[in-house]
């Protein structure tokens, strides 16, 4: 059975960070599409960043760009989303899912994924 674990989400003030790591039980990250996705109260889930781990490719959401890093540890199989000068629009519930390399359109379509962790809240205060 595949299970992702989401975590490192907390409470922290505007300009501060935060570290998000997913840990896969049962699958590896080799050769896959890790995204990161987020959901505040009210809206629509929408992605943040993803990783392409074959070549190592990232992508982030314009409003995350120079702030937000998204890193493969191939050696611990996770992947980690490095957030700095976090701000209160950040405040959301953060998913981490999981597609194999070439079962998917587009990074950004949530649909698309596989599996899922469970989201881990990651709030900003102002």
């Known amino acids: 059975e595949v299970q992702l674990q989401a975590s490192g989400g907390g409470l922290v003030q505007a300009g501060g960070s935060l570290r998000l790591s997913c840990a896969a039980s049962?699958?590896?990250?080799?050769?896959?599409?890790i995204g990161w996705f987020r959901q505040a109260p009210g809206k629509e889930r929408e992605g943040v960043s993803a990783?392409?781990?074959?070549?190592?490719?990232?992508y982030y959401r314009d409003s995350v760009k120079d702030r937000f890093t998204i890193t493969y540890d191939n050696a611990k199989n996770m992947v980690h989303l490095q957030m700095n000068r976090l701000k209160p629009e950040d405040t959301a519930i953060y998913f981490c899912?999981?597609?194999?390399?070439?079962?998917?359109?587009?990074?950004?379509?949530?649909?698309?994924?596989?599996?899922w962790g469970q989201g881990t809240q990651v709030t900003v205060s102002s």
């Open positions: 899912a999981a597609i194999p390399e070439g079962d998917y359109n587009s990074v950004w379509t949530a649909e698309e994924y596989d599996y």
């Open positions: 049962g699958y590896t990250f080799d050769d896959s599409a």
């Open positions: 990783i392409r781990t074959t070549e190592g490719r990232t």
